[in-house]
């Protein structure tokens, strides 16, 4: 529970209000990534013109990563959301109550850190990036930083005072987050990167139309730097240190997965938008009131269709092969498994409102014999898999009866009962 703190109250309280299944938990993530994109579309629009708040939202709604993972019930919507907050609440508003916007926004990326510590990587080069970019700023920007440091640091050290009296609480957390490596050499560090590179789980291939845009949006920015106003350049200082040290880190860890990639979309989108607000101001000064008028829209659209071509095309080609079959598996497996004995196997997924605990057991985790300790009796499992602990209760194993099979694209989910 404490390991992903807001994550696992937002999705109980989820729960609780529209009941347990793979729906209503995939619909926060829907509502995260929807509210990402259209804060940011806003807050872009302030700074860089509204054509430049639409394609910056377009381009984050549409990119292929975040249209695949915003759908699903994973982690890296809801810290892109808690990320997208914070940036905006930072960056905005004037010298009067920048303390409180300040201790806001320091909220809403200590949210995101506890969601996914990774994050804090991220944080801290939004902030790193957004205060060196923004330093000519008015004073109240300086305060909405350091209010957002105090309260990212009183999150942090409140949670260690929750967490460590608890004995074992934090060995249990560690062993959930992944186990990451880092290379302890340069050399091993430069391979990594090279790694990369080359393979990047499709990491890079799924955000190469914003990866694109980011670049045309940094050169545009540097090249007009000099009468760009304070708080545009904080906006592109912060989105610069956002995607610069949380990527940094990415390239050099053992265990980078393409959805780890979702957090650091936003700036690339911010990025995006900001070069198109600069080329659409270029535009501006130079062509006629008419012409103007006609170019920007039709500018606008196309980027867009640019940006989003790809991620659409994405979500096509996957609704043709979906099955939607699982709101009917959960229902169903709610009827079949009455008693309160344990799930071992697919049941997080499939048995998820079967209101009973259910337990992933593989050979280098929950090992053990869960026949015995933890009352396990059901599992979902491929009819040709074995538990490890079926040697220790050879006649229950015998005795085991086969209740029905789920087609499934990772492989034959079947529901047995052991007596």
């Known amino acids: 529970f404490w390991a992903q703190l807001p994550f696992n109250v937002v999705i109980a309280a989820a729960f609780e209000a529209f009941g347990v299944g793979i729906i209503q938990a995939r619909a926060v993530s829907v509502a995260c990534t929807v509210v990402a994109a259209a804060v940011l579309a806003a807050f872009v629009g302030r700074r860089m013109g509204a054509a430049a708040g639409i394609v910056a939202g377009v381009g984050l709604a549409t990119s292929t990563v975040v249209l695949y993972y915003g759908r699903l019930a994973l982690l890296e919507p809801m810290v892109m959301l808690f990320l997208v907050l914070g940036a905006v609440t930072l960056l905005s508003g004037g010298a009067e109550g920048s303390w ?54 009183l999150s942090g050290a409140a949670w260690l005072v929750v967490v ?19 290379p302890v050499s340069p050399g091993e560090a430069w391979d990594r990167v090279i790694g990369y590179l080359r393979d990047s789980d499709r990491a890079i291939p799924m955000t190469a139309p914003l990866l694109g845009g980011a670049v045309v949006g940094v050169v545009l920015a540097s090249w007009r730097w000099a009468r760009l106003d304070p708080r545009q350049r904080a906006l592109v200082g912060a989105a610069a240190g956002w995607f610069v040290l949380g990527m940094a880190i990415l390239l050099v860890v053992s265990y980078r997965p393409n959805r780890y990639v979702v957090p650091l979309v936003p700036p690339l989108a911010i990025l995006t938008g900001v070069g198109f607000g600069l080329a659409m101001a270029e535009v501006r000064a130079r062509m006629p009131r008419l012409s103007r008028r006609e170019m920007v829209p039709v500018a606008t659209l196309l980027v867009c269709t640019a940006l989003g071509v790809r991620g659409i095309g ?27 004995h344990a799930i071992q196997g697919a049941g997080p997924t499939l048995a998820m409102r079967v209101p009973v605990p259910t337990i992933v057991g593989r050979s280098w985790v929950n090992a053990s014999d869960l026949y015995a300790t933890h009352d396990v009796r059901w599992l979902l499992f491929n009819r040709q898999m074995t538990p490890t602990w079926a040697s220790l209760h050879p006649d229950a194993w015998a005795a085991r009866e086969l209740i029905v099979c789920y087609p499934w694209p990772s492989g034959e989910a079947c529901l047995i009962r052991l007596p």
């Open 314 to 340: 994405a979500v096509v080609d996957w609704t043709r092969t979906a099955t939607y079959r699982l709101p009917q598996i959960q229902a169903e497996l709610l009827t079949l498994v009455t008693d309160e």
């Open 164 to 182: 460590l009296p608890q004995p074992g609480l934090l060995d249990v957390i560690l062993r959930i987050w992944p186990q990451q490596s880092l």
């Open 100 to 153: 409180r916007r300040g201790a806001i926004a320091g909220a809403a990326l200590a949210l995101a850190i506890g969601t996914k510590p990774s994050a804090s990587v991220a944080v801290a080069g939004m902030l790193l990036g957004g205060a060196l970019a923004g330093r000519t700023a008015p004073p109240g920007m300086g305060r909405r930083f350091m209010a957002a440091l105090v309260v990212i640091g």
